[in-house]
């Protein structure tokens, strides 16, 4: 329940902004990982006593709740949920000027809270007001609504009417905004227009510019082109109030169209990607600018299954408080990591039988591969040669493979490979079994990186920006077997922390899907001669590379550890 009595902190200095947030699986707010890693992030600032407040979207029909039929067809149907029971409405109404009439908003207020009864306000934007006209109570209602000029009006509302909701609850001293993604890009249009009000300007100046840059901070976390918000100056004209100056200014045009990463890039002080590799590709990308890196983390009080939480609990004091401290995992007896694990893997088996009506063995090796399904991700180049993976299924060791993951509505591409391994599942042998989990959400996220023996992830390099499943899966002490991209070029000590498919690419442009044969035969030759033979001939060696996953990669790929470096190196 919703908290009657917060009180917002006016001296709150950082504002984070996303379209969307991971909170909990009864609250559909997000759609994948961007929104995982806001939740993260927020949850991080309470456990550490930043200052900080972070600004959503309310999503009353959230993104979607998936269905497979019986061809393996993937169905969305909304995602309702009962505000009340979770947030509290709040007093203020602000207004934003959408196709040249007002909307009126309102902010619901959620309390994230942290390790030490320490909490982060987040506001839900929401326009569902009797005093708006239909077409406008609705543009809250679902996340990435479909048409360009509803993206855009939402986008208005997160930035233009995130600022000017803070503004109404009395934070007037916030120190850093915080951009997580072009989404919220234009909350830069809002605080020039306050500067150019507050000064009597006219026009966007180099002085007006300098100020807001100061006050900005911009993180990007794709590589790909379409996932940079484009729009059309038709569109600009028929939705954003107060269009002509920032039209006439060029900050937020690129390429003809109104661009909203180049608006973040122009008009932030700190821009950075979340992964080494990442920072690299955007330096290349947007060579004009200067391009930091802060790998991406995630948060260990949220993602460490019960039991391995209790192992913690037992044997590493105050990990809650300082994840630095999970390095003191190394010192673990193993049988008791290896105890835990067990423990989560037959929570997970018993999961897949009340649902997916199967009978799995707690001594098979189970890899689990949960990502959003898109052509990129190549989530079935594991099935990409049958013959070849049944013959090392039938020497080496038998195979259980769990599968999640939604694909964007509109990418049939997406939905036809969800298919493909549906229809796959139905045609292996006896040594490979195979199941496809619909309404892969928070909860079925943590049965499944605690559960599995080994996470599997297979992007084309260099498109994973980082990747944080596979750091989920370190904590519960699950090695990855993964393509050297994102976060685990980072995180992979060979045979130590998990596997490495294929070889390095050391370039910044996109691998062919010519060379998704070789990553396959990487992949098959890394599970016949390394990841199957040491788990079952080499049991203690197997349970070494999960103490070695959670003291290396857990103690580091958190965020605890991103969250100081955004503190030292973007909000100071």
């Known amino acids: 329940m919703p908290s009657d009595n917060y009180a917002i902190d006016t001296a709150t200095s950082i504002a984070y902004f996303s379209m969307e947030v991971a909170l909990a699986s009864s609250l559909p707010t997000y759609a994948g990982g961007l929104g995982v890693l806001a939740g993260d992030t927020i949850r991080a600032a309470a456990d550490l006593k930043v200052p900080m407040i972070a600004i959503s979207l309310l999503h009353r029909r959230g993104h979607f709740q998936q269905t497979l039929d019986a061809d393996g067809w993937q169905h969305e149907a909304p995602a309702q949920w009962e505000v009340g029971r979770y947030a509290t409405e709040q007093d203020p109404r602000v207004r934003v000027r959408l196709a040249g009439r007002d909307v009126q908003l309102r902010a619901w207020l959620y309390d994230v809270p942290g390790c030490c009864e320490r909490s982060v306000p987040l506001l839900l934007l929401d326009a569902d007001l009797a005093e708006n006209r239909p077409e406008d109570r609705r543009l809250t209602d679902r996340l990435y609504l479909g048409s360009r000029e509803d993206r855009l009006a939402q986008e208005v509302i997160l930035g233009v009417g995130g600022v000017r909701m803070l503004r109404a609850l009395g934070l007037n001293q916030i120190a850093r905004f915080h951009m997580n993604e072009g989404h919220a890009a234009l909350l830069v249009a809002e605080l020039l227009r306050e500067h150019m009000h507050t000064h009597g300007k006219q026009e966007v100046d180099a ?10 901070v911009f993180t990007t976390h794709t590589p790909i082109a379409a996932g940079h918000d484009r729009f059309t100056h038709e569109q600009l004209r028929a939705v954003i109030e107060e269009q002509a100056a920032l039209e006439r200014s060029g900050l937020f045009e690129h390429d003809g169209m109104l661009n909203m990463t180049y608006a973040g890039l122009n008009l932030s002080q700190y821009i950075n990607g979340v992964a080494e590799r990442h920072g690299q590709v955007s330096q290349h990308m947007y060579a004009s600018y200067v391009i930091d890196a802060i790998t991406n983390g995630v948060h260990a009080g949220t993602w460490t299954g019960p039991h391995m939480a209790k192992v913690f609990d037992r044997h590493i004091k105050g990990w ?7 390095r003191y995992a190394a010192g673990i007896p193993i049988e008791v990591i290896g105890q835990a694990h067990v423990q989560a893997k037959v929570a997970l088996l018993e999961h897949l039988r009340k649902t997916a009506g199967v009978a799995w063995s707690p001594d098979v090796l189970t890899i689990g591969f949960a990502r959003r399904a898109t052509a990129y991700k190549r989530p079935d180049l ?3 040669d049958l013959d070849r993976l049944e013959s090392i299924a039938s020497s080496h060791g038998a195979l259980q493979i769990v599968y999640a993951g939604k694909a964007h509505p509109e990418d049939h591409a997406g939905k036809k490979i969800i298919q493909r391994i549906i229809q796959i599942s139905r045609q292996l042998p006896d040594c490979i079994r195979l199941v496809y989990l619909p309404e892969y959400d928070m909860d079925l996220a943590r049965l499944l990186v605690s559960g599995v023996d080994v996470w599997l992830n297979t992007p084309r390099p260099p498109l994973e920006a980082s990747g944080t499943s596979g750091m989920k899966a370190a904590l519960n002490g699950v090695p990855s077997l993964s393509v050297l991209d994102g ?6 000590i060979e045979g130590v922390t998990g596997w490495a498919i294929g070889p390095e690419h050391t370039g910044v442009e996109t ?8 990553d396959a035969e990487s992949l098959y030759d890394k599970l016949q001669s390394a990841v199957l033979p040491l788990f079952y001939n080499d049991p203690l060696d197997f349970l070494e590379v999960r103490r070695h996953s959670i003291a290396l990669n857990g103690s580091f790929f958190n965020t605890h550890r991103m969250l100081q470096q955004y503190v030292v190196r973007a909000y100071l």
């Not at 002085?207 to 900005?216: H, P």
């Not at 809650?320 to 999970?326: H, I, K, N």
């Not at 691998?511 to 044969?517: A, F, G, Q, V």
Request: aromatic content about 14%.
């Open 207 to 216: 002085e007006a510019v300098s100020a807001v840059k100061a006050q900005c």
């Open 487 to 492: 976060w685990w070029l980072e995180g992979c």
């Open 511 to 518: 691998r062919p899907e010519t060379d998704d044969y070789e």
């Open 382 to 384: 594991l099935l990409s």
């Open 320 to 326: 809650r408080e300082d994840y630095f401290d999970l």
